[in-house]
């Protein structure tokens, strides 16, 4: 069973830019494939970005792509979601995820979600 908690979320302006952190726990870490989903009010969740666990490749959502980064360090169980140039639309809350599907077409694990709001 593994654990995913997020942080980093919070408030900011329209062009910022925040650092999202998964910290996942209670199994083998690096064997998953990791990413970031987000849910903005009265919408679905979407997907946002994937990275695999051996080789460390990335998958983008078209529109995130050059202004988020998703990254992990295998050494400290850890995965990042860097987004800049934020924009209002980005507003949701994002959830860490875990699966062994690639790009996690399939998730076995979520965490509980941090949320992001840019004003503008």
């Known amino acids: 069973q593994v654990q995913l908690v997020e942080s980093g979320g919070g408030l900011v302006q329209a062009g910022g830019s925040l650092r999202l952190s998964c910290a996942a726990s209670?199994?083998?870490?690096?064997?998953?494939?990791m990413g970031w989903f987000r849910q903005a009010p009265g919408k679905e969740r979407e997907f946002v970005a994937a990275?695999?666990?051996?080789?460390?490749?990335?998958y983008y959502t078209d529109s995130m792509k050059g202004r988020f980064t998703i990254s992990r360090d295998n050494a400290k169980n850890l995965v990042y979601l860097q987004m800049n140039s934020l924009k209002p639309e980005d507003t949701a809350v994002y959830y860490c995820?875990?699966?062994?599907?690639?790009?996690?077409?399939?998730?076995?694990?979520w965490g509980i979600g941090t949320l992001v709001t840019v004003s503008s």
């Open positions: 995820a875990a699966g062994g599907s690639w790009p996690l077409k399939s998730v076995d694990y």
């Open positions: 209670g199994g083998t870490f690096s064997r998953y494939h």
């Open positions: 990275i695999s666990w051996r080789l460390g490749s990335t």
